[in-house]
């Protein structure tokens, strides 16, 4: 079991993202405790998690601490992260991968996921598994990585928006959601939503 308590001793900044680390080795985690928690809690009971040959996919890496963290748990079989290089981020991604790097079964690419080598790359590695979507926030860049995401997502597949409540009800995100609640993205369905500060919500590939 992961708890709030848990994440905010791993360092959760919960938006406060400027200035040094408040501790060595911090995680310096960018998402709310507590919905991360539900978020981990939700992942562990669902049967994709006993998949084998499982993947979890980060578009977005920021600091780099929900990805060490998911790694550390060891729920998937692959771990693959895709980041545009944010240079007020690097230092502490840097950091955080390396912490995980002797753990193996991880593989980042460092560029823009709209650009040609980086859909590749998801195209390349996607499959069956959970996929964490929090890089470009508005609502062209949500739906851009949302779809090549979806084009190799198996059925079954997970996909969690980030900050879907955080830039308010115009946010990219919101009116993705929006969409995919009011049917006009087909193949994907809303299963689950964890609220709080920035929001984390799930959506299943039905198709």
Not at 81 to 96: E, K, M
């Amino acid at each position: 079991m992961t708890t709030i308590e848990d994440i905010e001793r791993l360092g959760c900044e919960n938006g406060e993202n400027r200035g040094p680390a408040p501790f060595p080795d911090s995680y310096r985690i960018m998402q709310d405790p507590w919905e991360l928690a539900q978020f981990i809690a939700y992942l562990r009971s669902h049967p994709l998690t006993r998949d084998l040959d499982n993947r979890y996919f980060e578009i977005g890496l920021g600091r780099g601490g929900l990805f060490r963290l998911m790694r550390e748990l060891d729920l998937f079989h692959w771990y693959y992260g895709i980041d545009n290089d944010y240079r007020a981020f690097r230092s502490d991604r840097i950091r955080n991968l390396a912490a995980i790097e002797s753990m193996g079964r991880t593989t980042i690419f460092l560029g823009d996921s709209h650009s040609e080598e980086g859909e590749s790359f998801i195209n390349w590695y996607g499959g069956y598994g959970v996929y964490f979507i929090d890089g470009d926030h508005s609502y062209e860049g949500v739906k851009q990585d949302l779809q090549v995401v979806k084009s190799v997502a198996s059925t079954g597949s997970l996909i969690a928006l980030h900050d879907s409540i955080y830039y308010g009800p115009d946010g990219g995100v919101a009116k993705v959601v929006r969409e995919i609640e009011a049917g006009e993205l087909p193949g994907l369905k809303v299963i689950a939503k964890f609220e709080r500060v920035y929001g984390i919500v799930v959506c299943e590939v039905t198709e």
